[in-house]
């Protein structure tokens, strides 16, 4: 599977941004999708999920209420809604994808280029 993130930028504090991650695999409703973040000098940092079964999403505590995850299978595409930005969500975040395997561990097995997402205070 390839994967390809892409809508960040640079937004002010209670702003918003949608990134989006397009796959290329015939096969990318069967798969487990998720966001995860990683700012400098932390380790990567699970963000968001969606199962490719019943759509069940799940999300850090850090952005529950702030962020949706979605998918357009049809598309192929992946999205991450954030709302309510806040400086520490400042990242470079990355999509990926998965068959089998825990949800929120960053052992996904396909990984898109990150996507910068600055927020200013």
């Known amino acids: 599977v390839q994967l390809q993130a892409s809508g960040g930028g640079l937004v002010q504090a209670g702003g918003s941004l949608r990134l989006s991650c397009a796959g290329t695999?015939?096969?990318?409703?069967?798969?487990?999708m998720a966001w995860f973040r990683q700012a400098p000098g932390k380790e990567r940092e699970f963000v968001a999920s969606?199962?490719?079964?019943?759509?069940?999403?799940v999300y850090a505590d850090s952005v529950k209420g702030r962020f949706t995850v979605s998918r357009d299978n049809t598309q192929k595409k992946l999205y991450l809604q954030m709302d309510s930005l806040k400086p520490e969500d400042t990242a470079d975040y990355y999509c990926?994808?998965?068959?089998?395997?825990?949800?929120?561990?960053?052992?996904?097995?396909?990984w898109g280029q990150g996507t910068q997402v600055t927020v200013s205070s």
């Open positions: 969606i199962s490719w079964g019943n759509g069940r999403t």
């Open positions: 990926a994808a998965q068959s089998a395997g825990s949800i929120t561990s960053p052992n996904y097995g396909y």
């Open positions: 695999e015939h096969s990318f409703s069967r798969y487990t």
